[in-house]
């Protein structure tokens, strides 16, 4: 590199193929033309405290150890880190004078727990999920209680403020959206794939809350030897690491690098941002300025002319039709909203009966399903009532249940939950003929059991059939002891 003084290694960022092909200058041209036509229509340009962002980052036990000091013949030093666990998501928002909303946690499970929230820092929520990420439930419960609650406490009766975030499906339901053009909240979509270098939040905020999360995390270790991080101490750590990243510096150069506020659509170099380092055009000249121990700027300009990126194209030939999905417009503006209402067999006329669809989980893998606790009856009498399998032949079968009217079954509970004395006080019509009780006396009552009836055809008394008849199924036609006495 000496050779070439006005060039110099460094090291790209990540992009997926996603943003690759949304990232497109004319995509950012037409977001920022709809974002000032927002903000002119309502009264926000320059008003930072009415212009808010929002976005989620995860966060996990495990961290990434800070560095360290050590000696010079110490070539690998080592550092003690929790194992990875189930991930927790962190809704954070701020707006552009650089006042920030307290944070939102997504725990994954199922009960809300007070262990959650230990530490947390005042006005903290923590809702569950199934997978600790968010959804539209989720964003639902966000929005309705935590956010707006926060912005009608800081404006005037009738002011309108604008919220900018990506167009995730978990964030456009729309019961979010008729919530927001009930309480004057302008709900303003960024383009597809470009949150890397649009959305505030990730360029200004959260690489800076994820270092001192990672400081957080090493002091702790270094403080409690022989400890690791649990999931009920990520609310204290979050919430250290929010209070000292999440400030009034971070989020106004969060908004002042990506344009918004103050509003300079020109702060986004279009080229830079749009056109990765991987995807170069080929030069069939020959190489310049490599036979010299130094190139002048023009020289160097020459060399990389031909080496410009280009974005990646689509694939003309396949076209889709696609449900109608929003994207660098203000969703609660009345002609796009109707959209979203057709796009989901809404009337726009008739908006006020729709309901939001409850999310389906998809079925666990790998896990037996648990038996209803439920089902179990809450007292023997729900099986006194003859039940019996219908008859099949005239030919008693091995269970001696060949005829319903004349046998029956009941369900004896343990000791523990129906005592001797209740067993007793049954209706005397329902006890047997011979015993004179429902249940045998030499019954073991500390187990359940099933006990087996035969009825008489002509007295109509009931017979223990086991015990009392000392047979194990019943006859074709059958006489209780009394009706032989007779």
């Not at 109608?324 to 609660?332: E, N």
């Amino acid at each position: 590199m000496k050779r070439w003084p006005s060039l110099r290694l460094v090291k790209p960022q990540s992009l997926s193929m996603a943003r690759a092909k949304a990232s497109k200058p004319h995509l950012v041209t037409s977001y920022f033309n709809e974002l000032s036509v927002i903000l002119k229509k309502y009264d926000l340009e320059g008003k930072g405290e009415r212009i808010y962002n929002v976005d989620e980052v995860g966060f996990n036990c495990e961290h990434k150890p800070v560095k360290i000091v050590a000696r010079k013949t110490l070539t690998r030093p080592q550092f003690i880190v929790t194992p990875r666990s189930s991930l927790t998501t962190l809704i954070a928002c701020g707006n552009a004078a650089g006042e920030c909303i307290p944070p939102f946690l997504v725990f994954k499970g199922k009960k809300n727990l007070d262990k959650f929230k230990d530490g947390a820092i005042p006005g903290t929520r923590v809702q569950m999920s199934d997978s600790g990420w968010s959804n539209s439930t989720i964003f639902e419960d966000f929005f309705k209680s935590h956010f707006t609650p926060f912005v009608d406490a800081r404006r005037e009766k009738g002011e309108k403020v604008i919220l900018i975030y990506d167009g995730h499906t978990s964030h456009v339901p729309i019961n979010v959206i008729k919530h927001a053009r009930e309480h004057n909240i302008v709900l303003f979509l960024l383009p597809a794939h470009t949150s890397h270098f649009l959305q505030p939040l990730d360029v200004g905020v959260f690489s800076p809350l994820k270092s001192y999360y990672n400081v957080t995390c090493s002091r702790y270790l270094r403080e409690h030897p022989g400890k690791v991080i649990t999931r009920d101490l990520l609310t204290k750590l979050i919430g250290e690491s929010y209070l000292r990243t999440v400030n009034k510096s971070n989020l106004q150069a969060g908004f002042r690098a990506t344009g918004i506020h103050p509003f300079h659509p020109d702060k986004i170099n279009a080229e830079e941002m749009c056109c990765p380092a991987s995807l170069v055009n080929p030069s069939s000249k020959p190489e310049v300025g490599l036979t010299r121990d130094t190139t002048s700027d023009s020289e160097a300009a020459a060399f990389l002319i031909d080496r410009r990126p280009t974005p990646p194209s689509e694939d003309s030939a396949i076209t889709r039709k696609r449900k109608f999905q929003p994207a660098g417009v203000a969703i609660t503006e009345t002609d796009v909203y109707h959209k979203i209402l057709e796009a989901n067999g809404v009337d726009p006329d008739d908006d006020d009966t729709f309901q939001a669809p409850e999310e389906i989980q998809p079925p666990k893998k790998g896990k037996c399903k648990k038996k209803d606790k439920n089902l179990m009856p809450e007292s023997p009498n729900d099986f006194a009532t003859p039940t019996a399998a219908p008859p099949q032949s005239e030919i008693p079968g091995t269970s001696g249940m060949n005829d319903s009217s004349q046998t029956r079954r009941k369900l004896v509970f343990r000791e523990d939950a129906q005592s001797e004395d209740e067993l007793e006080e049954d209706d005397e019509s329902s006890n047997c003929c011979v015993c004179q009780a429902s249940v045998p006396k030499q019954v073991d009552r500390t187990h359940v059991f099933i006990l087996d009836w035969v009825k008489c055809d002509h007295c109509n008394h009931w017979v223990h059939l086991r015990y009392c008849c000392r047979w194990f199924r019943a006859p074709k036609s059958f006489d209780c002891p009394c009706c032989d006495e007779s």
